[in-house]
């Protein structure tokens, strides 16, 4: 009788396996592996080698506390000389005296998770059994049979690989670039992912059943939604928007996810003070990415919280232009989400590609704050009945907003606005740092015939019979454009346009006013106001009325998000008609620098001076800069200024860096002093590979 097989030693090879399953960039201290593809190990015996025909091997692969082969956690795979496609199948690669070379395939639609395997090795009657170690297996991009797959390689890289990206925040008329390092091959950044997922209370009441549903991708992001707010679990992020952050960290302050995922584990898994929604949406790029799912960060413009579902927002003012209280309908000035792309097998042919997915808490879908995911297409073909939360989504790019202007005398005037909600629909270009414009994926052209298939289909869909009041008829419009030079410490112009395009004179009464407000809409105080009681508009012509903005009056009351809200209200003393323009302005902040000292060298010293001119007329104190890189710096790096920085002066540090990694890489930075915060700014590097 042979003599038993002793395993001295398994190699995982997890440079080797990591490189060809796109993990690399998470190191190589773990083996991570896609679902879907064949991965190798090395065994090592010792008192013999393997003998075909003599030795029978067998894996036995497991994930979840409570595995089973039922749930499709636990798989026993006898050793074969050929893989099997789309199955646990285990097949000898190469047999060189002591050394066994097996390839492992894992099926498309396997659970992901961490997974312990071990060797059963037998020779007649006799059998023993060794532990291999652990791999992780994620979803896999790469793999045409897998529910994730995307064609195209340059997004695969994109979406999946690329660990920095751009938000893009500031109003649709200044759109603001901002930076984040979503850093999701980073050190304990997917352990921090893999506890996310244990720590869901879909987990906790059921983890066979939970463990069981990680093949779909579906489960997952609607599990990410819901973990990475706080509201309802132990989830990442605590959400706040009330300026009150000195119990925690203002959401304006992070520039990327891994200082955030880093914190949620190390106190156990306790909420990060504090988020708002590109927060909770760039943290969830971060979660499905370093899972292997393709996502990206969106943002929309004028985005509507309809709180009754009935696709209308419902304004209500005063005569000069107030909110009143019972107001509940809002227009956020922005919202960010995160597309994931999926296919949707639950919802039958058509529905598959990018899926919505919102972690920001709004409202509850069945019993939970999570949104999603709801196919793109379902929300611009008005399919409210698709799963998951699409008459949501839809009213946030497609609602109609009724203006209710309350006169003196108790009557109420009425104006419509069918195209305020839902503009400039933006995420980072493919490759580079460009802004996209996809509003075209979400919805038809405004008074389209296809729009209005769409709006008369949603409205039946909804149960109501909804009005429809397009355009105005009356000959008069009324919008406000902004200037040059609209920069922090600076004063400038704003301007109401009115044209009359009638044939008869007017006398009007011009209300016109800014005040800081933040990005979900919320008002401050009034900054400027001009009250024009007679103002004469001749026919067929066009007036512009200048409003001047002071930084004395708004600096002092702008909020982080660096908004004032512009309102002026148009009352046509002879029909006594009332028009209405809205605009946000964005008061920029002044560039962050970064100059590169030395040549970009992987595993070699880099410095980075990094400078700021203070804008303002009076000094800042209290300048501290932050700084971020995925494969440039470990963590989080905070400089501080032990001095004020005076007017037209420069706030300046330099930072070291040794890049760890090959290509092209992004440092992200953040400054903050007692005036100008969340003045954000980035540089890319390319790094090149180290000599051989």
């Not at 800081?516 to 007679?534: F, R, W």
């Not at 890189?629 to 200024?641: H, P, R, S, V, Y």
Request: proline share 4%; glycine share 8%.
């Amino acid at each position: 009788m042979a003599e038993d097989l002793v395993l001295e030693s398994c190699d995982l090879d997890c440079s080797s396996n990591n490189r060809s399953h796109h993990t690399a960039d998470a190191g190589c201290t773990k083996l991570i592996v896609r679902r879907g593809q064949a991965f190798h190990v090395k065994l090592h015996f010792s008192t013999r080698g393997y003998e075909e025909g003599v030795d029978n091997l067998a894996i036995n692969v497991e994930t979840g506390p409570q595995p089973s082969q039922e749930c499709g956690t636990q798989a026993h795979i006898p050793v074969s000389d050929s893989l099997q496609e789309g199955a646990w199948s285990a097949a000898v690669s190469s047999n060189d005296g002591n050394e066994l070379v097996l390839s492992i395939n894992s099926p498309p639609d396997a659970p992901i998770g961490s997974y312990n395997f071990s060797l059963e090795a037998s020779t007649g009657y006799q059998g023993t059994s060794f532990h291999l170690g652990t791999f992780i297996l994620l979803f896999n991009p790469w793999c045409p049979e897998d529910t994730v797959y995307i064609e195209n390689e340059d997004q695969r890289t994109e979406y999946v690989v690329t660990q920095y990206g751009i938000i893009f925040q500031g109003t649709k008329n200044s759109i603001n670039s901002v930076p984040w390092n979503f850093g999701q091959f980073e050190d304990g950044i997917l352990e921090a992912c893999l506890q996310l997922l244990d720590t869901n209370p879909k987990f906790v009441r059921d983890s066979s059943r939970d463990c069981s549903r990680r093949n779909d991708p579906v489960y997952i992001s609607r599990v990410v939604s819901a973990m990475v707010n706080c509201n309802d679990d132990r989830g990442v992020l605590y959400g706040r928007w009330d300026n009150q952050y000195d119990d925690g960290i203002s959401p304006m302050f992070w520039i990327g996810s891994v200082d955030i995922l880093r914190r949620w584990r190390k106190f156990g898994c306790q909420a990060v003070r504090y988020g708002q929604c590109w927060v909770f949406a760039a943290v969830a790029c971060s979660v499905l990415r370093c899972l292997g799912i393709p996502s990206r960060v969106i943002t929309n413009y004028y985005s509507a919280h309809d709180t009754n579902s009935n696709l209308l927002i419902e304004q209500y003012l005063d005569e000069q232009g107030n909110k009143q209280k019972k107001q509940k309908d809002m227009i956020w000035n922005f919202h960010c989400w995160i597309e994931a792309w999926m296919a949707r097998p639950d919802l039958g042919g058509g529905y598959d590609g990018w899926q919505v997915v919102d972690p920001t808490p709004q409202e509850k879908s069945e019993g939970v704050y999570c949104c999603g995911p709801a196919p793109v297409i379902a929300i611009k073909e008005g399919d409210l009945g698709m799963k998951y939360d699409v008459p949501f989504i839809f009213a946030e790019v497609n609602a109609d907003v009724i203006y209710y202007v309350e006169q003196k005398d108790g009557t109420v005037k009425q104006t419509v606005s069918t195209f305020q909600v839902g503009q400039n629909i933006s995420t980072k270009a493919v490759g580079r740092d460009n802004r996209e414009d996809i509003t075209h994926n979400y919805k038809y052209p405004e008074g389209s015939e296809d729009e209005r298939r769409v709006f008369e289909k949603a409205n039946k869909l909804s149960g109501l019979e909804k009005e429809e009041e397009r355009g105005d008829a009356s000959g008069i419009t009324i919008k406000i454009k902004g200037s040059e030079g609209m920069n922090k410490g600076s004063d400038f112009d704003v301007f109401a346009v009115i044209n009359n395009g009638t044939e008869q004179d007017k006398e009007c009464r011009l209300m016109f006013c800014g005040r800081t407000a933040s990005y979900t809409g919320d008002v401050g105080p009034q900054c400027a106001m001009k009250d024009l009681l007679n103002l004469k508009l001749e026919a067929q012509s066009e007036k512009k009325v200048p409003l001047r903005l002071n930084y004395e009056q708004y600096g002092c009351n702008l909020t982080e998000d660096n908004l004032i809200k512009m309102m002026a209200l148009l009352h046509d003393y002879s029909t006594k008609d009332i028009y209405l323009a809205t605009r946000d302005i964005y008061v920029k902040n002044p560039d962050i620098k970064v100059k590169v000292m030395g040549e970009p060298m992987q595993n070699r010293k880099l410095v980075a001076e990094i400078s700021l001119k203070n804008p303002l007329n009076e000094p800042i104190t209290g300048c501290s800069f932050s700084v971020e890189g995925a494969g440039l710096i470990e963590g989080l790096l905070e400089k501080t200024l032990d001095c004020p920085v005076e007017p037209g002066q420069d706030a300046k540090v330099r930072v070291d860096l040794r890049p760890q990694q090959a290509g092209l890489r992004k440092l992200v930075v953040d400054f903050e002093s007692d005036r100008l915060k969340a003045v954000k700014g980035h540089r890319n590097i390319i790094i090149a590979p180290q000599p051989k």
